[in-house]
């Protein structure tokens, strides 16, 4: 047990309908915030009023980008009861991030237990509805005073949360995602295997085009050939070929889902052939063109399953299956959905329950 004063708002926010909500435009009455000083190490652990943060202009994230974050959810459970998703998977992944920007790690359990806590003080913020759920969005930033190229000395790290409905408009729809060939996102060696800002940053202005194009997002390839799929930047990618659930593997440049690895022990556990391996662009036009591309999906935490149903590759269109949403898809998403609602058993110990 860590001690983790809390400081109460003063008044309350009137909480959204579930009907109104839509994704991560609400956030809670309260957060859980910590600092970091050298020396010193990660001190002051509290939960505070949610507010606006002071920071001084020349503070190390605005300029230089030093930072990290995930997301994951808690979910209103058919008996009532809150359950959050494999929590203890995410925590972990912070700190593989932490590693990666010369941030220092936090204490898994005190992320841990001041997350739960957290969510029990909010617990009335957990929708009801289906495809509703609380995003759990923890994050660190640098925060020293400084204009200049290295490490901070000092951050905060914050949990905020915020009652979310489907993350695309769309919903449980397929979503139509136009491959690149123009930019990259990431490279080996880069920063794309962990969960930071500028990853997304660099993103932004592809997934512009692919908009006016009228795609929903973007498909990365990788940065050498233009020929490896990678990912789609905020989820990981699938494809079901042949009767063989294939997604590309964790090599560097692509990030480690939870979903991913979600669908991974799933599907495996059906008896399905699974496989991670590469996969380049033009094979799956092949497979389109000899009609064995039965579906393509993406995963992460924001969505669980988006199926695709079409692909825009230069002046090529690629539509897996019949275009409507596959039958693995749609197993994946009502067998993972129903394990976040407590709808089916728990076969691999997923959820905590509050
Ligand atoms: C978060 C994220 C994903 C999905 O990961 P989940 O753990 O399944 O939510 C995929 N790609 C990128 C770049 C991400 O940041």
């Known amino acids: ?136 969005r923890p994050f660190v930033i640098a925060t020293d005073p400084y204009l200049g190229v290295r490490p901070s000395h000092t951050y905060k790290f914050m949990i905020i949360l915020s009652p979310v409905g489907a993350y695309y408009p769309e919903g449980f729809k397929p979503v139509k995602i136009y491959v690149t060939d123009k930019y990259v996102r990431a490279v080996k060696g880069g920063l794309g295997y962990v969960k930071t800002p500028a990853n997304y940053a660099a993103s932004l202005l592809a997934a512009e085009e692919a908009k006016k194009a009228g795609y929903t997002q973007v498909l990365w390839l990788d940065g050498c050939q233009f020929r490896y799929i990678e990912e789609v930047g905020t989820m990981n990618i699938f494809f079901v070929i042949d009767d063989e659930v294939i997604t590309p593997p964790l090599e560097g440049s692509i990030l480690g889902g939870i979903t991913r690895d979600s669908v991974l022990h799933a599907t495996r556990n059906w008896g399905l052939k699974v496989k991670e391996e590469p996969i380049a662009i033009d094979q799956v036009y092949e497979a389109y063109k000899k009609g064995t591309l039965q579906e393509i999906f993406g995963t992460g935490t924001a969505a669980v399953i988006s199926p695709v149903s079409e692909l825009k590759w230069n002046d090529k269109i690629i539509i897996p299956g019949d275009g409507n949403v596959g039958k693995i898809s749609q197993k994946l998403y009502d067998y993972i959905t129903g394990v976040q609602y407590g709808l089916l058993p728990d076969d691999f110990g997923w959820v905590t329950e509050l």
């Open 1 to 136: 047990m860590y001690n983790i004063p809390v400081q109460k708002a003063e008044s309350l926010k009137k909480k959204p309908l579930d009907s109104e909500l839509t994704f991560g435009t609400v956030f809670t009455d309260h957060m859980f915030i910590m600092d970091y000083t050298t020396p010193g190490g990660w001190k002051n652990p509290r939960i505070e009023p949610y507010q606006p943060l002071v920071l001084d202009p020349s503070t190390m994230v605005l300029h230089y980008g030093q930072a990290i974050f995930e997301g994951l959810k808690a979910y209103r459970r058919n008996n009532g009861k809150i359950g959050i998703f494999r929590p203890r998977a995410y925590v972990s992944r912070l700190n593989r991030s932490a590693e990666r920007l010369c941030i220092p790690k936090v204490d898994e359990d005190l992320f841990y237990e001041a997350m739960i806590k957290l969510i029990e003080m909010e617990k009335d913020w957990v929708p009801g509805s289906r495809e509703t759920s609380l995003y759990i």
